[in-house]
């Protein structure tokens, strides 16, 4: 086992761009060893004034839309530019090992190798919606360490989507074309979180079925509201395979990015999104603390036997339990 560093081994580590060392210093934000992050508080506020500078991206998809593939492309094209890219991939986590299931440095081998991309595959660890509660952590630590484009990728698998959103700068939707009627694979309020939609492998051979994709989406996005920033969603199509697209993707982006900060939007939201991870914080806390009550724990089995046969209403079993809680 390796010894823990310093507060100040991890900052300078993280602030020259240090891969082991951002590897380690994220392995700890991760530890719910007390301990472990009580350390980590430290170097988090530490490299705070370092962090804010990134462009953070937001990806989902329906599943099979080929969101590895689109990601190693675009990264990929991205650094090839000069541009350091690091890729926060959700990954479902094993009920059995606990660890991350489908294996993201695996699935974008190729990028994994460039010098100037870091990938993270991270296991939900059970948190609702499969976004592990670490990443925003690990996205500031991402920042400071040089990353200026920073990818959250999403399971697709429903929730996981709001809680991307809540921390990103530009969220990119991916869908697919030919697969049956599309307007039914996809939630509608996953599509009216969404930046940019994008009809992925619009390869030659599916270049009509992606265009009409691309007409059902225009049509379907001007039923929505307009959104409060003003910014109107636009729908692309690319061949991640054949590198098809994905530099106006960016260029989209960019101009989004360039738009928002000249209205305010951009700097208002995030410090929105700040908030909301305060807020979102204490919530968690308090549900810990509260599970981890001696009182609530002797009577949490009987109180949810009586809710099981009926006896008491949710609320009134709730009530209960909520009486014996003395923080």
Not at 68 to 80: D, P
Not at 96 to 113: C, F, P
Not at 168 to 191: H, S, T
Not at 300 to 305: C, F, I, M, Y
Request: charged content about 20%.
């Amino acid at each position: 086992m390796k010894p823990r560093l310093s507060v100040e081994e991890y900052v300078s580590g993280v602030l020259s761009g240090s891969r082991p060392v951002l590897s380690r210093a994220i392995t700890l934000i991760e530890s719910l060893l007390p301990a472990d992050r009580a350390i980590a508080q430290q170097v988090l506020e530490a490299i705070l004034p370092h962090t804010g500078q990134s462009v953070r991206l937001g990806i989902t998809g329906v599943p099979g839309v080929g969101k590895s593939t689109f990601i190693e492309s675009f990264g990929e094209l991205l650094t090839a530019q000069g541009k350091k890219v690091a890729v926060l991939a959700i990954d479902p986590t094993s009920q059995r090992s606990h660890g991350s299931i489908m294996g993201d440095k695996t699935r974008m081998e190729k990028l994994a190798h460039n010098p100037l991309a870091y990938i993270r595959p991270s296991p939900s660890g059970g948190v609702l919606g499969g976004v592990t509660s670490k990443t925003r952590e690990t996205l500031l630590l991402c920042e400071a360490a040089g990353f200026e484009l920073i990818i959250v990728e999403t399971v697709g698998v429903g929730q996981s989507e709001t809680a991307v959103k809540g921390m990103v700068d530009f969220f990119l939707l991916l869908m697919l074309a030919g697969a049956g009627d599309e307007l039914q694979g996809i939630k509608k309020g996953i599509m009216e979180m969404a930046d940019a939609l994008v009809i992925t492998k619009a390869d030659a051979q599916n270049q009509a079925a992606a265009q009409r994709a691309v007409l059902e989406y225009q049509n379907a996005l001007h039923l929505f509201p307009m959104p409060t920033n003003g910014w109107l969603p636009s729908v692309l199509t690319c061949s991640a395979l054949e590198n098809q697209g994905l530099q106006a993707i960016w260029e989209l982006i960019l101009d989004y990015v360039q738009k928002m900060k000249a209205n305010d939007f951009y700097q208002q939201n995030r410090q929105l999104q700040n908030l909301e991870w305060m807020h979102s914080f204490i919530r968690q806390t308090l549900e810990e603390h509260f599970y981890e009550n001696e009182a609530v724990k002797q009577h949490l089995k009987q109180v949810e036997s009586t809710v099981k046969s009926g006896e008491k209403l949710p609320i009134e079993a709730a009530k209960l339990l909520l009486a014996q809680f003395r923080p």
